[in-house]
C-alpha cells in the first residue's frame, strides 16, 4: 500500500462482499505495528479455517491509514480496540467488517486499555506517569490514576486485574509493580521488583 489517498473497498472473500460473512469470528487480529514516526501501521486479519490472511483491513475498510505504531489490540463489548500509540488514538472497530465504529482522543502516548466494565477502562501511556481513565460508551477520557512518578521517567505499560485490583508494570528505569484499587482509582501498594532498563 502505497502513499496517497486511500480508496474505501468493499472486501470480496469466498464469494461473499464485504457484510460482515467474510469473517468466521475464528479467526484474528495481527496488530503491526510500523515504523516509529513513518506513520506505517496496519491491521491484517487471519482466518485458520481458510488458512487466508487479509492485510491492511483497517485502511481498506476506512479509507484511511491506521497511524503511527499499532501497539496493541483488545476485544471487548463485540469491538475491537487498537490502541495506536504515536498517533494518540484508540479506535473501536467492527470486528466483521473492519468498519471504525468510535475513537478515543487526547492522549500523550497509549499503550495498552484494560476494561474494568463496558463503561470504564484503564488506558496505560509511555512518557506520561498518569493512567488515564476512560468511558468506553462515549469515547471520552473522564479522569485519570496518580501516580508518584514524574513525567521524565514515569510510564506504566501493560495491566492485569485480581478482584478489584488492577497491576502495571513501571516501564523505563522504573523498578515497582503498582497495585490500583479500582473503586478509588488510586495506588494502594506498590511491589518493589529489578530495575527494566
Known sequence: MGYGPIDEETFYIDGNFG???EVTGKGLFITNEGNFMYGNASLSYYDPETKRVENEVFARANAQKLGDVAQSMTMHGGLGWIVVNNSGVIFAIDPN???EVGRITGFTSPRYIHFLSDEKAYVTQIWDP???IVNPKT???????ETDMDYESGSTEQMVQYGKYVFTNCWSYQNRILKIDTETD????ELVVGIRH
Do not use: L, N
Open 139 to 145: 469515547y471520552q477520557i473522564t479522569g485519570y490514576v
Open 19 to 21: 457484510d460482515g460473512s
Open 130 to 132: 498518569r493512567i488515564y
Open 186 to 189: 488510586e495506588v494502594v501498594d
Open 97 to 99: 467488517t473492519f468498519k
